[in-house]
């Protein structure tokens, strides 16, 4: 979904030393040097990050994982390695965000070889303070949870980030007006950095309004939409919200619905079908290196596009993640127990028999700078 020079004070310095200096002495003032400033040097910044993980699945099937990058069972397992470069000027900013591991796999799943290895590509330009172009690829505004583990306080993911949009590549327009934001674009079909040739190639809309009334409150209202390669047509809706109630607790929150008209064949559409769901997080931090989160989310896929694609009936899942995030510098350990009770039988027991209800214990370790 969709996480991340100081000039005013020495003039204000400047302001107060040449006001005393007139108010001293009545000799003639200094000219003052009209000249245009030079611009700030580019910056470079590069960042980066580790993750690995072991999970163990109370039904000992990894069939039983169906959200992304945690499909295994009692096995130690690789995440993903990156490393981003930002080169900014006072208008100009690239981001070259490259991703090698499973989770970059998963995430770039419609591109091969080394183009699965790019998670984000793209150029933006600054006119003025105000509006910002981009064009290339990144990852979608969409959504609560983020594709870096560093980004996410638990580690496995909710069904919403699994089924909704991970990245788009055309080119965008934000605009910014005092405590409200507007972002419209025009992309490829969803996740496409690319569209095979054979396949349609109509272009989505994507749209933001953000509202940051203090650092403390954040809201997101977004959208996607368009016609996919297999000619099915997407509408989906999306809030996210975010607030800090104090030194130690914080609130996030995130909803959204996904409308689908999918191809019958001979130029003809289905009537319209759906799935939604919603999360809450409860945030805990006793202090910088111990906190606590646990999500509830609520998936809904009785039409059978998501969790239920391919079972007899469609249902829902309702999740319980309770992780705990302990952290040294830019390392963090997270210990975590998950739970997920559905309304059909969908996991798998140790004996070959099905349940509604399918858990898992799962230790991560992340490293960033």
């Given at each position: ?9 020495l ?59 945690t ?36 995430f770039?799943?419609?591109d ?55 990245s ?16 419209i ?22 749209a ?8 403390n ?17 997407n ?47 409860l ?68 004996g ?18």
């Open positions: 979904m969709l996480r991340k020079w100081f000039i005013l004070p003039a204000c310095c400047g302001y107060a030393l040449g006001a005393q200096a007139q108010t001293a002495t009545t000799a003639a003032p200094t000219p003052v040097d009209t000249a245009a400033k030079p611009p700030a040097a580019p910056v470079l910044a590069i960042t980066g990050s580790a993750d690995l993980y072991y999970r163990y699945d109370f039904g000992q099937n990894k069939a039983n994982d169906f959200t992304s990058f499909h295994s069972h009692n096995s130690f397992e690789l995440g993903m390695a990156t490393v981003k470069l930002e080169h900014k000027t006072d208008k100009v900013d690239m981001v070259a965000d490259l991703g090698f591991g499973k989770r970059a796999e998963e770039s799943y419609n091969n070889g080394i183009l699965a290895a790019i998670k984000q590509l793209y150029i933006s330009y600054s006119p003025t303070t105000w509006l910002k172009f981009t064009a290339g690829s990144w990852a979608t505004h969409v959504g609560y949870e983020l594709v870096d583990a560093y980004g996410n306080r638990n580690y496995s993911m909710s069904y919403m980030f699994t089924y909704g949009p991970f788009h590549t055309g080119v965008r327009a934000d605009f910014t007006f005092g405590k409200s934001g507007f972002m674009g025009v992309a490829n079909p969803t996740d496409f950095k690319y569209v095979p040739d054979g396949y349609m190639n109509k272009k989505f809309l994507i933001q309004y953000s509202y940051t009334p203090s650092d409150f954040h809201l997101y209202l977004n959208y996607v939409g368009g016609q996919n390669v297999d000619t099915s047509k509408n989906q809706f999306d809030a996210v919200l975010t607030a800090k109630l104090n030194g130690k607790f914080s609130v996030g929150y995130n909803g959204t619905v996904k409308l689908v008209k999918l191809n019958m064949g001979k130029g003809e559409l289905s009537s319209t079908q759906d799935w939604w769901g919603s999360a809450l997080y945030n805990y931090d006793a202090n910088s290196h111990f906190g606590l989160t646990l999500r509830e989310e609520y998936h809904s896929d009785l039409d059978q596009l998501t969790v239920y694609a391919g079972l007899p009936t469609g249902g829902t899942v309702f999740g319980s993640t309770l992780s705990a995030n302990i952290k040294v510098d830019g390392f963090t350990f997270i210990p975590e127990v998950r739970v997920d009770a559905a309304s059909q039988p969908i996991f798998l027991t140790s070959g028999g099905s349940t509604k209800t399918g858990g898992s214990f799962l230790l991560a370790a992340i490293y960033s700078f």
